[in-house]
């Protein structure tokens, strides 16, 4: 199947003119989007909570979208900018990890880096809860009355700025490329 020529000019323009890292944001949202879609289907099949009301799912749908493009904008180019002369000002990364030759290298690797990013999101989501100036951030993740798939992206837009902080700097820092440092918005 061939893509229209204006679609192959829009997306060439956006590789062309838009930081890698605000394309796999954007990518991201498509992906995101699509996954709410998935499980709201296998959930309407098997609900755990009957008669859901339709205008919680919607306003987070609408909500997921100006989240992820916040997210796509601020993130996007705070990894292109931000993130690299922070991690060497802070001396980082202090050691890498080697592009692995064998399944089981890409496994270890990849638990190395869970293991220090799930570090920092554990403590970093601890604080949320504990500290008003973070609470006030979170809490409209917990606000939500009738959980759905949707409900894992209800979050402020400024949590991702402050996941960078806590999470992302540290990870690239200490262990990890920034390229892999990417942060997951969901939590529970």
Do not use: C
């Amino acid at each position: 199947m061939e893509v229209p020529a204006v679609i192959e000019g829009i997306l060439a323009w956006g590789r062309a003119s838009l930081p890698g890292s605000v394309l796999g944001y954007l990518d991201t949202t498509f992906r995101v989007f699509a996954v709410a879609a998935l499980f709201l289907v296998l959930e309407r099949s098997a609900p755990v909570e009957k008669a859901q009301p339709r205008d919680r799912i919607y306003f987070n749908l609408r909500w997921m979208l100006v989240y992820t493009t916040m997210t796509a904008l601020i993130m996007g180019l705070a990894f292109d900018r931000v993130l690299p002369p922070v991690r060497d000002a802070l001396g980082g990364p202090w050691f890498r990890l080697a592009r692995p030759d064998t399944v089981g290298g890409y496994f270890l690797n990849w638990m190395a880096f869970f293991f220090v990013f799930d570090f920092f999101y554990y403590w970093f989501h601890r604080m949320q809860h504990a500290h008003s100036l973070l609470w006030s951030q979170h809490f409209l993740h917990h606000t939500e009355r009738s959980l759905n798939a949707t409900t894992t992206q209800r979050h402020h837009w400024l949590e991702e700025p402050m996941r960078l902080l806590a999470i992302g700097i540290p990870s690239a820092s200490g262990s990890v490329g920034v390229s892999q440092a990417r942060l997951s918005s969901s939590d529970s």
